[in-house]
C-alpha cells in the first residue's frame, strides 16, 4: 500500500518566497529521502535524511524528521522559478524497496 | 555521460502486443529497479534486482517480466498489453544497502492504443 502521504498537493508562490511541504507515512522507516522531478524528466535526488537525525540542510533546503509523528518536512527558501517541479519523499524501511509519496507539485511564479 | 539511460523514450503500440524497454546504468550500482508513474504521477515500485537477482515483485502481473543479463541492465519485457499499462516507467539504480540515493533515468512513455 502507499506509505507516503504529502501536502499540500500542489502550492504556488512568488519568487523569493519560501515553500514547505510535508510527507507523512504509516511505518518505521531506516531513512526518509526528498527527490525532484520536473516536467517531463526523471526523478533527481535532493537529500537524505536518516532515522536518527532530526534535521539536514543542503544549500537551500532543510528537511526534518519527527519519527514520532512519522512525518518530514522540506523547506525550500529564497524560491526560484527554476525551482518548479513536483517533489516527492520516498521512505524506505528495508533495503532494495522505496515508497514513493503523492507528490507536491511547486510552481514558483516570476 | 548519461548515468541511466533507457530506451525508448516514447512506445505507442496496441493492445495485446509485446513490447521491451531497456534500462542501462553506467554507475557501476548493483542494485536496479523498476517504477510505473501513473497518469495522476503517483510513482510505484515495480521490481528491484541485486547482483542480477530479482528481490522485489510488487505483484505485478506475471505479463511484466523484467530480465537482468548483468549488473549494468535492466530490460522490463511486458506482454499482450492492456490500457491499463499506459503509464511512464522509471528505471533507477542505486548503491547497495540503506541508505543510498536513487539515480532514475528519463522515463519511457508507453501508450497503449
Known amino acids: 500500500s502507499q506509505q507516503g502521504e504529502e501536502d499540500p498537493q500542489a502550492l504556488s508562490i512568488q519568487e523569493g518566497e519560501n515553500a514547505t511541504m510535508n510527507c507523512s507515512y504509516k511505518?518505521?522507516?531506516?531513512?526518509l529521502q526528498w527527490y525532484r522531478q520536473n516536467s517531463g524528466r526523471g526523478l533527481v535526488h535532493l537529500i537524505l535524511?536518516?532515522?536518527?537525525?532530526r534535521e539536514k540542510h543542503s544549500g537551500r533546503l532543510r528537511v526534518t524528521l519527527d519519527t514520532s509523528k512519522k512525518s518530514s518536512s522540506l523547506l525550500i527558501t529564497a524560491s526560484r522559478a527554476a525551482d518548479t517541479a513536483s517533489y516527492f519523499c520516498?521512505?524506505?524501511?528495508?533495503?532494495?524497496?522505496?515508497?514513493f509519496g503523492t507528490g507536491t507539485r511547486l510552481k514558483v511564479l516570476a | 555521460d548519461t548515468a541511466v539511460s533507457q530506451t525508448p523514450k516514447y512506445l505507442v503500440t496496441q493492445m495485446g502486443n509485446d513490447k521491451s524497454i531497456k534500462c542501462e546504468q553506467n554507475?557501476?550500482?548493483?542494485?536496479m529497479y523498476w517504477y510505473k508513474q501513473d497518469s495522476k504521477k503517483f510513482l510505484k515500485i515495480m521490481f528491484s534486482?541485486?547482483?542480477?537477482?530479482?528481490?522485489i515483485n510488487e505483484t505485478v502481473p506475471n505479463r511484466f517480466s523484467p530480465k537482468s543479463p548483468d549488473k549494468a541492465h535492466l530490460n522490463l519485457h511486458i506482454n499482450s498489453l492492456e490500457l491499463g499499462d499506459s503509464a511512464v516507467y522509471f528505471c533507477?539504480?542505486?548503491?547497495?544497502?540503506?541508505?543510498?540515493?536513487?539515480?532514475f533515468g528519463p522515463g519511457t512513455r508507453l501508450t497503449v492504443t
Open positions: 534486482y541485486n547482483n542480477k537477482e530479482l528481490i
Open positions: 511505518t518505521s522507516i531506516n531513512n
Open positions: 533507477a539504480s542505486s548503491g547497495t544497502g540503506n541508505a543510498y540515493e536513487q539515480y
Open positions: 520516498a521512505t524506505s524501511s528495508g533495503t532494495y524497496k522505496y515508497i
Open positions: 554507475l557501476g550500482h548493483d542494485t
Open positions: 535524511i536518516r532515522s536518527n537525525e
